[in-house]
């Protein structure tokens, strides 16, 4: 049963082929089975998934239903959720229960769905390989000398394995699609503002955002009309109609205008991937789109803007971990000055304490207009960019990462170019535009992505494309060995 997409189970549930308590039952036998040797959750909820299961059996029966009204969901640890641990991934918060649910959270239990545990990330959601994590690396299902990608590598990896049909993730610049390609699954990251932050643990507010990731896009099409919406707790929450995004799957793409960035298809991009998104491209050719190169000029900067944007979002967010509010305190502080410095010391990893640094310095005074203004103005251009490339185009096509998974431990000391692998990916956060990662084949047996990029609030052409290439394709039907 675990071979299931989340809408054929939502199909078993309600025609009573199954009940949600033997699903739930099944999936956690296969979360606490594997979990030994992948590493990819921090909590199992074993007792409160079955309640909800058995909850879900009751509303099921009792015509209350949704359509994903109990079926085991994983969310990533960086979510609130109410009594549980918290940590997102960081030993700052490893005994923090959180007091109440993120909305997103909140929306997917109101809708039935089981929680079935937290999924591990990297620290704070820094970082692209799952290694910076306190609770240590998460593997890659398809080859556990791999990375998973991150920082949701957690929740990629769980989906990859099919230990739970789907899962959620936040991308900040990439956290969402990037471990989807390394991990063969779909990744939806939604325009910003689109799906709500409240209870979404803050990395770099003005790019952070939660979204789906799930075997194919009809599934992530069922979450998103879960998690879609405003909420007036997140001042950012975007006012936007929701679509129905399951409406539009099916439709033709006949005369889709794609553009394919002449920057993403570069030399830094390995000439296997290039092979295969080409192929994927040819795919959505046969579907009746039309293609065409543009240019998206300023993407050499992409990167150097992310890594001071980000940072110094993130210096001023985690002050709020200070071991007095919030957060790990040390012990037996000789005066305040101490307490801060050795909880901050022992509580924070090198990654996180290296963004803090970066952050404050950028925005100090002296450094401010010369690094933090630069950048924003960079951002301010690479928006226009994406302006006029999609006022010709109707999406952007091209890579999600720059290679496959790497092997564990061989970017740990070279930070930068790990940064560099997250080129294809972080100008849609910086532009704050959808984009999905869908799974295009395999290089030496892994995973590799395409990416999709659409315009503001078009979330359901996106969906629309992807289901029409999986209709097409089979990429996303595999599942590594020993995991069927
Ligand atoms: N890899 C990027 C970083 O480390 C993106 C992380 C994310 O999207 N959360 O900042």
């Known amino acids: 049963m675990h071979q299931s997409t989340l809408a054929q189970l939502s199909t078993a549930l309600e025609s009573n082929q199954i009940s949600s308590e033997e699903l739930t039952r099944h999936y956690l036998e296969r979360c606490k089975q594997f979990n030994k040797s992948l590493n990819c959750f921090i909590t199992i909820n074993e007792e409160s998934a079955l309640t909800q299961a058995k ?57 039935g769905i089981v929680n079935i545990g937290k999924t591990n990330m990297d620290e704070f959601a820094m970082g692209s390989s799952n290694e910076t994590s306190f609770y240590g690396a998460v593997k890659n299902p398809w080859n556990k000398e791999t990375v998973p ?22 991308d900040t610049g990439g956290s969402i699609r990037q471990p989807a390609s390394l991990c063969g699954i779909t990744g939806l990251k939604p325009t910003y503002g689109r799906v709500s932050r409240y209870g979404m643990i803050a990395f770099a507010s003005s790019l952070d955002q939660g979204g789906p990731m799930t075997q194919t896009a009809e599934d992530a099409g069922l979450i998103m009309n879960v998690i879609a919406g405003f ?20 439709d033709s793409i ?38 065409k190169e543009i240019e998206l000029p300023n993407t050499e900067l992409s990167i150097p803007a992310y890594y001071v944007v980000a940072p110094a979002e ?53 450094y401010y207009d010369a690094y933090y203004l ?7 251009l ?18 999600t990462a720059t290679g496959t998974a790497f092997k564990l431990n061989e970017m740990m000391g070279d930070p930068v170019s790990m940064y560099r692998s997250d080129l294809y990916t972080v ?8 984009a999905i990662s869908i799974p295009a084949g395999f290089v030496n047996n892994l995973p590799v992505g395409m990416q999709l990029i659409g315009n503001y609030f078009e979330e359901s052409r996106l969906l629309n494309i992807a289901h029409r290439f999986q209709q097409a394709t089979d990429h996303h039907k595999a599942i590594p060995e020993g995991f069927e």
Request: aromatic share 6%; net charge neutral.
């Open 55 to 111: 909850l879900a059996d009751i509303q099921r029966k009792t015509g209350d239903a949704t359509p994903l009204t109990g079926i085991p969901i994983a969310q990533k640890d960086i979510f609130c959720t109410n009594g549980v641990k918290t940590s997102c991934g960081s030993k700052m918060l490893d005994n923090f229960i959180a007091p109440y649910d993120a909305t997103l959270v909140r929306k997917m239990n109101l809708a």
């Open 149 to 170: 990608g991150g920082s949701s590598g957690g929740s990629a990896c769980v989906v990859a394995a099919r230990l739970s049909p789907a899962a959620t993730g936040t």
């Open 231 to 250: 909420d007036e707790r997140d001042s950012t929450s975007a006012e936007h109609p929701v679509d129905d995004y399951t409406a539009r799957l099916n």
């Open 254 to 291: 006949e005369g889709i205008k794609i553009g394919l960035p002449k920057q993403y298809f570069s030399e830094g991009l390995d000439s296997n991937i290039a092979e295969l998104i080409q192929e994927g491209i040819k795919e959505l050719e046969k579907l009746g789109a039309t293609c």
């Open 314 to 366: 993130c210096s001023s967010n985690l002050s709020r971990f200070d071991g007095v509010r919030f957060g790990h305190s040390c012990e037996n502080p000789r005066d305040l000055s101490d307490l801060y410095c050795r909880s901050r010391s022992e509580g924070f990893g090198k990654e996180v304490k290296r963004r803090i640094m970066i952050g404050t310095y950028v925005l100090s005074s002296g």
């Open 374 to 380: 630069k950048a924003q103005r960079i951002r301010h």
């Open 382 to 399: 690479i928006r226009l960019d994406f302006q006029k490339a999609l006022a010709d185009v109707d999406v952007i096509a091209g890579p």
């Open 427 to 434: 100008s849609a956060n910086l532009a704050g535009l959808p």
